[in-house]
Every structure is written in C-alpha cells, then in structure tokens.
C-alpha cells in the first residue's frame, strides 16, 4: 500500500516538475517577445517554441546538464554553468528557510497550545488577533520593520544590535531567518490553536477528564496524538509560505541565495537559469512533502486503508 501510494505521488511529482520547466521557458518566452530589443515577429508561437525548448533541456537535465546562464561580473558577464550557480546559491537558501521553520515551529506551536489550554482569556483572543497580523502582513513589510528598529536601536545607543542586511554564516543570518518565519510562525500558533481547541472539546476528552487523570496525562495520551496531521500539514504549508516569500526576504536584505538569484535571471531572461532554479525550489517543496504523506500513515494508521487520490 505505501509502495503504490509512494509510485502514485513521485507520478506527480514528475508531471509537476515538466510544467514547471515548461512555464519557466513560457513566461521567459513571452517577456522576450514583448520585450522592444528582440523584433516582434517570430513564426514559432510562443507555446510551441517553450515546448521544444523543454523537450531539449529535459533531454540534458537526465544527463546531470543543468544548462548555462550569463551572470554579471563587474562590467562584463560570463558564461556559468547553472549547476554552479545552485550549488553556491542553494544551501544558503536551505539554512534561511531550516532556521525560519525551526523558529515558527518552536515558537509557533507552544503559543498556540497554551493559548487552547487558556480560551476565553485575554491571552486567548490576543493570540488569535496577532496571528491573523501575522499571516497577513507581507514580508517585505516585516523586513523594513526590523530594519527600522535595528536603525532606531543604533541612533538610541550608538552600536548596532545586528546586520540590517549582506551575507555571513553569524549574526547576519538572524534578521533574514526573522522575516522567513513570520509567516509560518503565526500559521503554525494559529492551527495548533484551532487544532487543540477542538480536541479539548472531545467526547474522549470530557470522558479522561471524568475519570480524574492528570491534565499532562490527558494531554500526552490523546490530545497530543490527535494533533500530530494537523500539525504536520501545518509545517508543509509553513514551507510554502517560506518559499514564496524566500525572494523578496532574499532580494531585500541582499542574501545571495538561490530566491535572489531567480529574481536576477528572471530579469536579465535566462531562461535556462530561470528553469533550473524554480524546478530546484519546486523540488525543495515537493520532497519534504512526499515525506510527510507518508510519514502521515505512520502517524495516523487509518490513512492507509483511505482511498488514495
């Protein structure tokens, strides 16, 4: 049953991938052709032009050929393979979005519950109110605030509390990690809210409660159990929100990661680079996800005896 179910979602994995690829050629396709230094005539549509493009490059990516880009050094460019530009840009990107997740997670959640175990308290509707906050505001927003702050701290005290913005494996990743786990912070308290707001109000609940067992007993032999698919589905939506935003986070505070990098061969339309990179993130969110489908039937046994679809 998990062979089959795991077959079916590397099947969509796979089909999501070529319409990743295929749109990245698309999208640049169309902004050349609109574009006043290309002329406007093409007897290929753009459609069919990104349709061989894909088939080409696919042909070369199961050779391990991620394709080359043009990447600006000084006043000239060079030629790089995009594999080197992953390869450098990548595991940056990756520690910004593991430490951005592993703030929203570890702050996120504990708040949420004890907001569930507090309800009908002022702490309780705080919660709920910061969390909608949270999840609404745009990053960039997020960004100019703590940059704003750290500004306001360096002009109140003459020194500055942290790096507003570059590259360093030291204080310059907290500000960045910050932004990323905004977001994902405020989803991940208000879903271990909702989660546990509804167990507590569970017939099997009321029934340990008659039963005079402890409130941590209680807690870890059937609230805690019960919460683990809401919880984990949490996290992979906190991915996605850490992923959109990685870009702009990246761009803004000048980190020299892989979302900075699609924004600049986006811009300067190379499309190769432009398809490696988004099919590099598209795969960043697709694995963790596969995993956790099937870590789901780990947790909650009865998921395997559900229809897959």
Avoid: C
């Amino acid at each position: 049953m998990v062979l089959r179910f795991t077959l079916v979602r590397l099947s969509f994995v796979l089909a999501v991938s070529l319409g990743i690829v295929f749109f990245a050629f698309f999208g640049i396709e169309m902004a050349s052709n609109s574009s006043s230094e290309r002329p406007s005539y093409n007897p290929l549509p753009p459609a069919h032009q990104a349709l061989t493009q894909t088939a080409r490059y696919l042909s070369r990516l199961v050779q391990g050929d991620w394709g080359t880009m043009l990447v600006p050094r000084g006043r000239q460019t060079r030629s790089v393979t995009v594999g080197s530009v992953l390869g450098d840009a990548y595991p940056k990107s990756i520690i910004l979005i593991v430490l951005a997740l592993i703030i929203a997670g570890g702050v996120g959640i504990p708040i949420g519950v004890f907001a569930a175990l507090n309800r009908y308290t002022p702490f309780s509707l705080g919660t709920m109110t910061w969390t909608l906050l949270g999840i609404s505001l745009p990053s960039f927003s997020v960004a100019a605030l703590l940059q704003l702050a750290e500004i306001t701290w360096y002009r109140a005290f003459g020194f500055a509390l942290l790096p507003s913005g570059g590259f360093g494996w030291d204080a310059h990743l907290v500000i960045p990690s910050l932004v990323l786990a905004a977001r994902p912070l405020a989803y991940l308290a208000r879903i271990a809210y909702l989660t546990f707001d509804e167990i507590l109000d569970q017939d099997y609940m009321r029934t340990a409660r008659a039963k005079g067992l402890l409130k941590g007993m209680i807690l870890r032999a059937h609230a805690y159990p019960n919460a683990w698919v809401p919880l984990l589905t949490g996290l992979s939506i906190s991915l996605r929100f850490a992923l959109g935003s990685l870009p702009v986070v990246e761009y803004f505070l000048g980190w020299p990661g892989l979302g900075a990098a699609v924004l600049n061969a986006i811009r300067s339309q190379q499309s190769e680079g432009v398809a490696g990179m988004a099919l590099a993130l598209g795969w960043t969110f697709m694995a963790p996800n596969l995993l956790l489908d099937i870590l789901y039937r780990r947790v909650d046994p009865r998921l395997n005896n559900s229809r897959m679809v």
